[in-house]
């Protein structure tokens, strides 16, 4: 059974950085693509960033392009989130996902088939 755990969340104030990771127990996502997404109060789950196994190919939302950065390690069986120029609208639950039915293309939403619990991020205006 694959589990996921992320951490690294906390209370920043606007323009702030921080870096959430995600370790993955049961499997190993050598093979896997993962994700990254969020959740805000009252409002729908947010694909924010994803890559494939391989690492070549990777996917932002346009609010966080050029802010936020997606890395794999693959021999810690890890995945980040380095999320620089934070901004209010960034708070959220952010959600680590992993799929191994994934292919040279970044998945959609729909396809990831394992999450973790979710840390939270607060970032002060």
């Known amino acids: 059974q694959v589990h996921l755990v992320e951490s690294g969340g906390g209370l920043v104030p606007s323009g702030g950085s921080l870096r959430l990771s995600c370790t993955a127990s049961g499997r190993s996502v050598s093979g896997a693509a993962m994700g990254w997404f969020r959740q805000a109060p009252g409002k729908e789950r947010e694909y924010v960033a994803g890559?494939?196994?391989?690492?070549?190919?990777?996917y932002y939302l346009d609010s966080v392009q050029g802010r936020f950065t997606i890395s794999r390690d693959n021999p810690k069986n890890t995945v980040y989130l380095q999320m620089n120029n934070l901004k209010p609208e960034d708070t959220a639950v952010y959600y680590c996902?992993?799929?191994?039915?994934?292919?040279?293309?970044?998945?959609?939403?729909?396809?990831?088939?394992?999450w973790g619990q979710g840390t939270q991020v607060t970032v002060s205006s």
């Open positions: 890559i494939t196994w391989s690492g070549q190919n990777i």
């Open positions: 996902a992993a799929t191994w039915d994934g292919g040279v293309y970044v998945p959609g939403h729909a396809e990831y088939k394992h």
